[in-house]
């Protein structure tokens, strides 16, 4: 029998990889972090939101919410069982399979309309993909190629306005016209370095039916502020 998809859900990043470093070696003996009554409450508190972003993409309701928090708490408190759960693993994988379905038909159907709405903005063109365009600065650098190497700011943002990664506050990054997904590199086809532009993608062209969880759900719309810093000509 596969696995329990909970156990993926539930344990794999209670503690991620990327808060873990190694630690230096010392003749001291190791002294307990001093954690005071709220600071404990605040790092409880985090990692509930670390468990949280794996169930995301389930799109759980208020109550459905509420009945897993409830075997968690029954479960971390070693309380008497209300349900035997490696009796329902098998609902369990179903449940988690058809709500992910559930959740994914929703997003990209919202995701659409979302697409629809930006594509009727003053100055926006879409084009035969999908992709809706609008151009804020006009640049008076070189265009790319598929060929060649970019060096781009760019702010990404969900259909509700949620960040999901951004180069603004840092160095801008430098990448190959073919590495990024489809939407990103048609944008930036259209812009002369220098320029500046707004795309939105729909999810077709984007991370599609996989996404990218938990940030980016399956059948999510995207929308990208980009900014053409350089074109680095292949051979360069």
Known sequence: MKKLLLVLLVVFLVIPAWAQ??????????????????????????????????????????????????GLRDGALKNEPKVDAQAYAEKVQTFVTEQIKVAQAKEKDLSAAYVVETAKRPGAVQTDSGLVYEELEVGEGDMPTMEDRVRVHYHGTLRDGTVFDSSLGGAPAEFSMSGVVRCFSEGLKRMKAGGKARITCPSDIAYGERGSPPKILPGAALTFDLELVAVIASGS
Not at 40 to 53: F, N, P, V
Request: glycine content about 6%.
């Open 21 to 70: 470093s190694p630690e230096p070696k010392s003749d001291k003996p190791s002294e307990p972090a001093s954690t005071d009554a709220g600071d404990e409450d605040k790092i409880l508190y985090s990692i509930g939101m670390l468990l949280a972003r794996q169930v995301i993409p389930l799109g759980l309701d208020s109550r459905q919410v509420e009945s897993m928090v409830e």
